[in-house]
């Protein structure tokens, strides 16, 4: 188990102790007693040293008078073992793998909520800037070199993008525009390809710009998906939220980026801003 899932489970069995402590039951052994449970189980539990499951949470809860905090607990319970999945794990065989995974994901949710500072959502990007960004992933994690393939997964997502009633709302920061993968050829490909994309009804754009009043200090990039999960990346590990509460803060810091966000034709004038540095820029 990772650090990270071990001190998750430690802080569930911090919640299930103040639980017990609130409803007026002094040591473990008495909340054993009432439960018909072990003593050793309780003080498992508490401190982090055995897995919950979800009767065990629905009896804890049950016997201390917290039934409504079940639904998050259990989501805990059942991600606790999930919370973090190392990247070199998921990339042993490849990048293609981790595209694949992304997949069923997407053909269950509907409606998507993507945030990030720096680069275009994978499934806006056009074929050129998907593979640049994988062979920066192949070269950092030094991993198998299935970029091609890996690619195609990536933009296999964009047929959501036009199939059933999905909703994409995207808010990227202006950064995202100048963040130079592949060079000026690649970069305007990829800012025509946004130019298109804001055409389609079910897909809302917005751009921060650079010196845009911040709401909320910018943070992870992050990815929702309806209100059942979030994925966010750093460079060692890919963090996955299920439990509402924490859902629901995810939620909160969207709404808070989407009100320092430009649409329509503030994005456009930005994108053209885009191009024209590109059109100066140098070429080899």
């Known amino acids: 188990m990772s650090t990270q899932a071990q001190e998750a489970r430690e802080a569930l069995g911090a919640r299930l ?6 409803a007026g039951f002094a040591s473990g052994r008495a909340l054993a007693r009432a439960l018909g449970w072990q003593e050793s189980k309780v003080s498992r539990l508490e401190n982090g040293k055995q897995n919950a499951s979800e009767e065990d949470i629905r009896t804890w809860c049950a016997a201390t008078g917290h039934d409504g905090e079940i639904p998050d607990l259990i989501a805990t319970v059942r991600h606790i073992d999930e919370l973090w999945l190392e990247w ?15 997949i069923p994901v997407y053909s269950k949710t509907k409606v998507f909520r993507i945030w990030h500072p720096t680069v275009v959502w994978g499934t806006l990007q056009t074929a050129e800037y998907a593979a640049q960004t994988l062979n920066q992933v192949r070269d950092f994690y030094e991993i198998p070199d299935d970029i091609e393939a890996a690619t ?8 959501y993008l036009y199939r059933g009633d999905r909703i994409f709302n995207v808010v990227l920061a202006e950064q995202a525009l100048y963040t130079n993968f592949g060079g000026a050829e690649v970069m ?25 009043p911040m709401r909320l200090w910018p943070g992870n990039s ?32 969207f709404a808070l980026l989407q009100q320092s966000a430009v649409y329509g034709t503030a994005v ?9 540095h590109y059109d100066r820029m140098p070429t080899d």
């Open 222 to 253: 992050f990815s929702m998906f309806d209100d059942k999960l979030v994925l966010v990346e750093t460079y060692s590990a890919e963090f996955s939220v299920t439990q509402p509460r924490e859902i629901e803060q995810y939620a909160k810091a």
């Open 88 to 102: 070199r794990r998921q990339l042993a065989t490849g990048a293609e793998k981790r595209q694949q995974a992304a």
């Open 152 to 159: 195609a997964k990536r933009l296999e997502r964009q047929q």
């Open 268 to 276: 456009r004038d930005l994108i053209f801003a885009a191009l024209q």
């Open 188 to 212: 305007k490909g990829q800012l025509d390809r946004l130019l298109a994309v804001m055409r389609l009804a079910r897909l809302s754009l917005g751009i921060i710009p650079r010196a845009a």
């Open 17 to 22: 102790r103040g639980f017990r402590r609130d």
